[in-house]
């Protein structure tokens, strides 16, 4: 295999300031609902740049992956000294619990920009676009819209006071392919019944074909979770189920990585290289492959079986992003003394909102057993009228 062309999004960067392009400020944020950046102090916003460097999906040849895609070496380097270059302290930033920090003397901004191989620094971001209210308005009505069975406690503590704005980490697949499948299709031509009364049956005359389909196809941001422990099914299926529901996410609006979109909010580090994700991704590949090929295939209404299945990869694009989703979180204690942690997250780009709230079993059970008397006893009437 050749080796992959990368795209340098890390060119230039330093950790320290951030600063305002008209005034010089570090004290600059996320304006919520925009997207972009504005600076607290003369109040300018500015539009973030364009992510460059990165090809259209049917330009692709080879393998391009973005700097901040690289392959984690210094999976425990979590603590970034960087230099005030306010009054030259040195400040340490843990990137597990933030990417920012002030400066304890000068109370100047400083943010981690430098991609060291950690997983921390991407190469991209996709902004925030909900503000806080509004995905407690979501979290909010999510909940109320299953309060008839949720449990009494959580009724009484619910409130979405603490919910939290998280950036996850995904890494952005595109894909130029060529497919070739070939298989057989079927069309009804006639359908005709025989026989009388109870030997009567129903008979289809069908053409059977050899279908062949041979074609280029660009996907274009495919997304695959960048963190291990969410893709693991044993540890947190809740959370992940929870989060694929509320996908998908609208990629290509991210824009270049900087530290002071994450002012305000918490991340979570990549911790996942492209070697591990790519099964995962070519997988999904063919499956979008099949699908695009069954959509030029459907006149054959009698259904279509594929027995070969080729998907060539012309060119593949890997870079990391981060991801937005407001999350609200309870613990719940049962009885029994178990603990089940329930969430509820909402989409920041879409406002898609899904999630688990705990249940009133008698109430559910009650509900089952109205259910199925109403069952007997519908059928009971069907018979009773026949
Ligand atoms: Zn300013
Ligand atoms: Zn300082």
Redo the contacts with the bound molecule.
């Keep these: 295999m050749t080796e992959p062309i990368i795209v340098d999004t890390n060119t230039g960067k330093k950790d320290g300031q951030n600063k305002?392009p008209?005034?010089g400020?570090t004290d600059v944020t996320l304006q919520p609902g925009t997207g972009k950046l504005r600076?607290n102090?003369?109040r300018?916003v500015f539009d973030p740049p364009k992510l460059e460097g990165f090809k259209d999906a049917d330009e692709l040849e080879g393998e391009v992956v973005g700097s901040g895609a690289a392959d984690i070496s210094q999976p425990d380097n979590t603590q970034v000294t960087i230099k005030c270059q306010g009054c030259g302290a040195e400040v340490v930033i843990d990137v597990t619990e933030s990417m920012n920090a002030r400066c304890h003397w000068c109370r100047e901004y400083l943010s981690v920009e430098n991609q060291i191989p950690n997983g921390a620094v991407p190469d991209s971001v996709l902004p925030f676009l909900l503000s806080k209210q509004q995905a407690q308005a979501k979290i909010a009505e999510f909940v109320k819209q299953r309060s008839f069975f949720a449990n009494k406690t959580f009724k009484r503590e619910f409130t979405t006071n603490n919910i939290l704005g998280v950036y996850l980490p995904y890494l952005v697949v595109d894909a130029n392919t060529h497919s070739r499948l070939e298989g057989f299709g079927g069309r009804v031509v006639r359908t005709y019944t025989r026989g009388s009364g109870d030997s009567k049956q129903t008979y289809y005359d069908i053409d059977v074909y050899n279908v062949g389909r041979d074609f280029d196809l660009a996907i274009s941001g495919l997304t695959v979770e960048g963190s291990a422990d969410k893709r693991n099914i044993n540890a947190l299926a809740n959370t992940t189920n929870v989060i694929n529901a509320i996908m998908p996410f609208d990629v290509e609006n991210s824009v270049p990585y900087n530290g002071n979109y994450l002012k305000g909010f918490t991340s979570e580090r990549r911790d996942t290289n492209v070697d591990d994700l790519r099964p995962l991704a070519e997988a999904q590949i063919g499956d979008i492959a099949r699908y695009q090929a069954n959509q030029t295939a459907a006149g054959y209404n009698a259904g279509i079986r594929w027995d070969q299945e080729k998907v060539d990869l012309k060119g593949t694009q890997w870079r990391s992003a981060y991801l937005p989703v407001w999350l609200y979180s309870y613990l719940e204690v049962k009885s029994s003394g178990k603990r089940l942690l329930h969430y509820v997250a909402v989409n920041a780009r879409t406002g898609e909102t899904m999630g688990s709230v705990p249940v009133n079993l008698s109430r559910l059970w009650a509900i089952s057993i109205i259910a199925e008397v109403l069952s007997i006893f519908g059928i009971y009437l069907i018979n009773v009228f026949r």
């Design positions: 305002c008209n005034c400020s600076c102090y003369c300018t």
